[in-house]
């Protein structure tokens, strides 16, 4: 009895053991016929020869490796897979067990209520599998459906170099032309499933925060804050606690509207606001303020005073000017009055 070279890896490492890897069936996400009958063909070929057989007890001979039996004849002998070794014990002696070849079902766990994985085309992907974002637009040829919704992830786990995927990514609300548009960056952490679980459909669920992917917000206990914020400092808060709704910029531009004190109040970078309150409204400015219109500008008070107040006031008119009260006028100052014009009336 003699081993031959592992199936899996024919390379064995300095210490005897064999260094086997696992990865998705295929990267190009699709499942071709010829793949799948490849496939079968070889699996019919490892389940040819099944059996039985024990001899004196060594580790030559593992899980993987074939087997050749020599000396029983030509239908009995050959090489075989082993597909399972059992070493015992009794009384000083050591026996070893090797199962050999592969059943005939292609699934391990035989027929179940449930439907086979991926259709039972190909080895399954079962379960949710954290990936990093590696690409939101194809650089070239990479993603074979030419779907611009996709964006490409690496799942660290599957090996090494990590398998890349093109994956479709949930959004809140999708629908034509319209929806909500949130893509994560590049070397965010996203969580991934497969549709059926088929290796060819992967879909990112969401995105995750971590110890080196902090929140824009830190936890309260009463969990007031909610928000939103985008990688330059654009963000909205929501206050449940005082119902506030704040926009801000990262430059200094906010509007925050407040239900507990009932204010609007905008504030520009350069520090001009319009602050609107129960008592009135004020618009504050650092420099100049001017109102212009198109049309007609009115400015009026049903129960109060209307005061215009400067260093210097000018009331000038392309036409006329027109200054009038209802039960008294005043024109007085402080030094010398000055009336002028091509004709003076008075009374």
Request: hydrophobic residues 40%; charged residues 15%; glycine residues 14%.
């Amino acid at each position: 009895m003699k081993t031959a070279s592992c199936i899996v890896c024919p390379k064995r490492c300095a210490t005897g053991s064999r260094t086997r890897q696992t990865t998705l069936p295929y990267s190009e996400g699709q499942v071709s016929l010829s793949s799948v009958a490849t496939a079968r063909a070889a699996r019919v070929g490892l389940a040819a020869m099944q059996g039985r057989c024990s001899y004196q007890g060594t580790t030559l001979a593992g899980p993987g490796d074939g087997l050749t039996i020599a000396g029983v004849g030509a239908r009995m002998g050959g090489t075989a897979l082993v597909s399972g070794v059992t070493h015992v014990l009794t009384g000083g002696n050591w026996i070893t067990k090797a199962r050999l070849g592969l059943p005939q079902d292609w699934r391990g766990d035989g027929a179940g209520v449930a439907a086979p994985g991926a259709g039972g085309l190909v080895a399954p992907v079962q379960g949710l599998h954290i990936g990093t974002v590696a690409a939101l637009l194809d650089p070239g040829d990479s993603n074979p459906f030419g779907d611009a919704t996709m964006i490409q992830v690496q799942l660290p786990l599957s090996g090494d170099p990590p398998v890349a995927l093109w994956a479709r990514f949930a959004q809140p609300h999708a629908t034509a032309s319209a929806g909500i548009q949130f893509l994560p960056e590049i070397g965010d952490e996203v969580v991934v499933g497969f549709f059926s679980d088929d290796p060819a459909a992967p879909v990112v669920l969401g995105a995750l925060h971590s110890g080196k992917i902090a929140r824009a917000r830190p936890a309260t206990e009463k969990n007031e804050l909610k928000g939103l914020t985008t990688r330059s400092g654009l963000s909205i808060t929501f206050d449940d606690d005082k119902k506030i709704l704040t926009l801000l910029t990262p430059g200094g531009h906010s509007v925050e509207m407040n239900d507990d004190t009932k204010e609007l109040h905008l504030k520009d970078l350069t520090g001009n606001t319009l602050t609107m309150a129960q008592a009135g409204v004020t618009l504050e400015s650092k420099g100049t303020l001017d109102l212009k219109a198109q049309g007609a500008v009115t400015i009026s008070s049903t129960s109060g005073d209307v005061t215009a107040k400067g260093l210097n006031v000018t009331l000038d008119g392309s036409v006329g000017v027109k200054a009038k009260g209802g039960a008294t006028s005043e024109l007085s100052a402080g030094g010398q009055t000055v009336v002028k014009g091509a004709m003076v009336m008075i009374n």
